[in-house]
């Protein structure tokens, strides 16, 4: 069903990113990949130059887009130490680089056109100084259903919010794994497997959503002495 289709992907080229992409090339799609990493278009999807660039490369090439995955990591840093400017860079990269690639390759989205935004779980919840990261997570959690409205008939929008996702490779045992529900830690083709369920026509009747992809983490409630749990102060 992905053979011949043009899919984009920004941060594509290690991590999460990776692996989407190679799940879209193994079901025959044609994988465009922007990154400040070595990839086919080497670019900083925080600079509005590259990424009218990027889109007026893949344009030129194909001539029209049928997937566009936001996946660029924007910085995490807190309040103690996160400048101005490294605030406003993580909010160009997780938030305005989705928006404005979104509006450069939507008047040239093929028939059944998806966009899947990757977000975090930390768009509902955080940890102690991470301020620029957790607020371009929820930039993008709310720019997903403002588009998938605009958008209606052109293309479906959803967002995607990873829990613990290894990309190391590390075979977590013991604690790390069964504090969740799931009983383990997630892996990068978790998402990809998402990603690619919600660009299929499996998924035509879902937009404007967001999957949280985590485990149970999230739904899980936790009290100072509840099954096992001790709070360190």
């Known amino acids: 069903m992905f053979t011949g289709k043009v899919a984009v992907i920004t941060g594509g080229a290690k991590g999460i990113g990776k692996a989407i992409a190679d799940a879209f090339r193994k079901e025959g799609a044609i ?18 130059k590259d990424l009218e660039a990027f889109a007026k ?61 990757i977000s975090s779980s930390r768009d509902r919840m955080s940890q102690p ?31 995607i919010s990873p829990g613990w996702i290894d990309t190391s490779g590390t075979a977590y045992t013991g604690a790390d794994a069964a504090q969740h529900p799931a009983g383990r830690v997630g892996t990068p083709d978790d998402i990809a497997s998402a990603v690619l369920f919600l660009c299929s026509p499996q998924a035509s009747f879902i937009t404007g959503e967001n999957l949280c992809i985590d485990g149970g983490m999230t739904r899980q409630m936790i009290y100072h002495g509840d099954c096992g749990w001790k709070l360190d102060t």
């Open 129 to 159: 100084q991470t301020e620029s990261y957790t607020a371009a997570k929820g930039g993008i959690a709310a720019l997903t259903h403002a588009l998938a409205v605009t958008l209606r008939e052109k293309a479906r929008v959803n967002s």
């Open 31 to 48: 994988v465009r990949v922007i990154d400040l990493l070595a990839c086919d278009f080497c670019g900083d999807v925080g600079k509005k």
């Open 57 to 117: 490369e893949v344009i030129s090439r194909h001539g029209q887009v049928h997937f566009l995955i936001n996946n660029a990591l924007p910085l995490m840093k807190g309040l103690d130490e996160c400048s101005y400017e490294e605030f406003d860079r993580a909010l160009r990269v997780g938030v305005n680089a989705p928006f404005y690639l979104t509006k450069l390759l939507a008047p040239h989205f093929g028939e059944g056109a998806a966009v899947v935004n």
